[in-house]
T-cell receptor, first 116, second 109 residues
Framework: EAGVTQFPSHSVIEKGQTVTLRCDPI?????LYWYRRVMGKEIKFLLH????????ESGMPNNRFLAERTGGTYSTLKVQPAELEDSGVYFC??????????????FGPGTRLTVL | RKEVEQDPGPFNVPEGATVAFNCTYS??????FFWYRQDCRKEPKLLMS???SGNEDGRFTAQLNRASQYISLLIRDSKLSDSATYLC??????????FGKGTSLLVTP
């Protein structure tokens, strides 16, 4: 079974540009999460989808970040306009449908974003 | 105060050694507890869940002390392949995972 996949693996953009990250969860997983690790810091939660609905977006840093999950399958995370402090590794994770906080979250390989 | 605190290490141990990592968390309402492992430039992967009764998986033993808000991981008979960063992870009231910064382990021949 395929794991969580993310695209692109790396992205280098200039400040002010727009970048869109994509995540494909494990097939059948209704729960999809975005996390971010900036240099020298711990991995931080951004938001949680259940199917196409945003269940918790308390970790989104500001309105330059927009996450979508149309159709409840893959998700995109758009940063517009990108700032230097947005550089980091963006991880996506998914978990099965049982809806418990004990469900294992399976992480994708991450997208390494560099904003110059 | 950070939600999850860990000693960053690095811990350098010889093969066959026993090593212990500790972690404290600040939210007494935390529901679920995990240890994740992260290899260099890779994604975090679940190592084991942690229960109040303690649990063991081969060479790995995890313990949770809710009263002290303290979590531990013990690795016995360390292997070279155990070299990685070990992340202490706690959930709050929702499903979001709160990560510590990780403890780096290097097992040497």
């Amino acid at each position: 079974e395929a794991g969580v996949t993310q695209f692109p693996s790396h992205s280098v953009i200039e400040k002010g540009q727009t970048v869109t990250l994509r995540c494909d969860p494990i097939s059948g997983h209704d729960n999809l999460y975005w996390y971010r690790r900036v240099m020298g810091k711990e991995i931080k939660f951004l938001l949680h989808f259940v199917k196409e609905s945003k269940q918790d977006e308390s970790g989104m840093p500001n309105n330059r970040f927009l996450a979508e999950r149309t159709g409840g399958t893959y998700s995109t995370l758009k940063v517009q306009p990108a700032e230097l402090e947005d550089s980091g590794v963006y991880f996506c994770a998914s978990s099965q449908t049982s809806g418990s906080s004990t469900d294992t979250q399976y992480f994708g390989p991450g997208t390494r974003l560099t904003v110059l | 105060r950070k939600e999850v605190e860990q000693d960053p290490g690095p811990f350098n141990v010889p093969e066959g050694a026993t090593v212990a990592f500790n972690c404290t968390y600040s939210n007494s309402a935390s529901q679920s507890f995990f240890w994740y492992r992260q290899d260099c430039r890779k994604e975090p992967k679940l190592l084991m869940s942690v229960y109040s009764s303690g649990n063991e998986d081969g060479r790995f033993t995890a313990q949770l002390n809710r009263a002290s808000q303290y979590i531990s991981l013990l690795i016995r008979d360390s292997k070279l392949s155990d070299s990685a960063t070990y992340l202490c992870v706690v959930t709050g009231s929702g499903y979001a995972l709160n990560f510590g910064k990780g403890t780096s382990l290097l097992v040497t021949p």
